[in-house]
């Protein structure tokens, strides 16, 4: 059962561009909603994180817009550089702190 | 403030062989997590230990995988009788118990770079 369903699975953008990838979740019991950032061979960095308590949060290029409504969040990198080539998890979690995976979304931004 | 290590960064068994993962969580941290990682996918939960105790193994095969977190030490992730299929890279991740508004909850879990096991 795959609880936090990502997509696009890989996504090309080219620099300067914005790249949106998009999570749905299932568990309504799910209140934080981090994104992680992972290079090849690199264990998965936070890249970004919300709660529900909001609709958007911003830190930088890199914006979370979540839809409580609609069980949905997205990332979305503005003026995306090819230093952001990584693969991108979504990820969802209840206050244990069972933190579900999305699938992921390889990026890569040609220059 | 180190992060969460791991050891080894890679680790070759034969089939049959018993592979012994180690993970030391951040300073302070005291809930470890472990994922399974295989080759172009997701993150897949296994374990959530905190010290002594496992809380949530609903993740791991009911064979062959044990996790520990003892009091002293860091957390292993076992597995015995490898197969060709345990092929894959094992991360895990810690986490502080944080209180905030009046609630407790777990906070960020921060992953180490991860063991990959290669099975022959």
């Not at chain 1, 979540?66 to 990820?91: E, R, V, W």
């Not at chain 2, 520990?68 to 894959?88: H, N, T, Y």
Request: aromatic share 12%.
């Amino acid at each position: 059962q795959q609880q936090v369903k990502q997509s696009p699975q890989s996504l090309i953008v080219q620099k300067g561009g914005i790249s949106i990838i998009n999570c749905a979740y299932e568990n309504t019991a799910f209140d934080y909603f981090p994104w992680y950032q992972q290079f090849p061979g690199k264990g998965p960095a936070l890249l970004i994180a919300i709660r529900p308590d909001v609709s958007e949060k911003k830190e930088g290029r890199f914006t979370i817009s979540f839809n409580k409504s609609a069980k949905q969040f997205s990332l979305h990198i503005m003026d995306s550089q090819p230093g952001d080539s990584a693969t991108y998890f979504c990820a969802a979690s209840n206050y244990n702190n069972d933190m579900r995976f999305g699938a992921g979304t390889r990026l890569t931004v040609k220059p | 403030n180190a992060g969460v290590m791991q050891n080894p960064r890679h680790l070759v068994r034969r089939r049959g062989q018993e592979a012994r993962l180690r993970c030391s969580p951040m300073k302070g941290h005291s809930h470890v997590y472990w994922y399974r990682q295989l080759p172009e996918e997701g993150l897949k939960f296994m374990v959530y230990l905190q010290k002594e105790n496992i809380i949530d193994e609903s993740g791991m095969p009911k064979e062959r995988f044990s996790a520990e977190f003892p009091k002293e030490g860091p957390s292993i992730l076992r597995i015995q009788q490898v197969v060709r299929g345990d092929s894959a890279a094992y991360f895990c991740a810690s986490s502080l118990l944080a209180t905030s508004g009046g609630y407790t909850t777990r906070d960020t879990q921060y992953f180490g770079p991860g063991t990959r096991l290669t099975v022959l």
